[in-house]
């Protein structure tokens, strides 16, 4: 079957670095997006990796690992609007989505 | 770039009563608009997918009678609760998607639908 483990909530201090961990298992592979969900909203998309690396974009990096089935998140220099859910999502051969449940990430001053 | 535009971002209606939801891509054409619905705590659950100018593709225990979804150009998607019931209260969120497949897609703000 497919499926997406990321886990359920990490706990951050303000102005730290935080990594989320999210792995995958799909018919096929073509790309793994992350998307940012804060409370009471609709997901916005951070990133997308198709090709093996790290893309980086201000204080947000992603990384994939098509061999390993893992992809990360990195933030750095946290915020307390960074406060909100971090959503995994592989897409399949079917070019399908695949959601993981989500990282509710927590910021502490 | 990449502006959907969902409304209402509210409803509160009876029971029984059918509720129409637009999503709009306001800046781009979207080839394939999507419908998810969300439970608090809990992730995004697909419930259909919809190409312009073709039926709706549902995905499994969805009831394509009980939510009605048409998708009449390529910026307009509505996804119609037909005889709402308490059940039927959830955050629904649309999505629009640019023609590659591997183009990322865009999210409306959602509608929280609460059934009375």
């Known amino acids: 079957g497919q499926n997406i483990d990321q886990p359920t909530e990490m706990t951050a201090t303000e102005g730290a670095i935080v990594q989320i961990n999210c792995t995958y298992q799909?018919?096929?592979?073509?790309?793994l997006f992350w998307y940012q969900q804060h409370a009471g909203e609709a997901p916005t998309f951070l990133s997308y990796?198709?090709l093996d690396g790290l893309e980086e974009k201000g204080r947000f990096s992603s990384f994939l690992s098509r061999s390993k089935g893992y992809s990360y998140l990195l933030l750095k220099e946290l915020q307390m609007k960074d406060s909100a859910s971090y959503l995994c999502a592989a897409m399949d051969s079917n070019y399908q989505l695949i959601w993981g449940a989500g990282t509710k990430l927590i910021i502490k001053p | 770039g990449a502006v959907v535009s969902q409304h209402p971002s509210w409803v509160i209606c009876k029971s029984g009563t059918s509720v129409k939801i637009e999503c709009r891509s306001l800046?781009?054409?979207?080839?394939?608009m999507f419908w998810y619905r969300q439970f608090p705590k809990q992730s995004l659950m697909l419930m259909a997918t919809?190409?312009?100018?073709?039926?709706?593709?549902?995905e499994q225990g969805v009831e394509k009678d009980k939510f009605l979804i048409n998708h009449a150009s390529l910026t307009l998607s509505t996804l119609t609760v037909t005889s709402a019931h308490p059940e039927d209260s959830s955050f629904y969120i649309c999505?629009?998607?640019?023609?590659?497949?591997?183009?990322?897609?865009?999210f409306g703000d959602g509608t929280r639908l609460s059934i009375l």
């Open positions: 800046d781009f054409q979207a080839t394939t």
């Open positions: 999505s629009a998607r640019q023609d590659r497949e591997s183009q990322p897609q865009h």
């Open positions: 919809s190409n312009e100018g073709s039926k709706a593709t549902y």
């Open positions: 990796n198709v």
């Open positions: 799909t018919s096929g592979f073509n790309g």
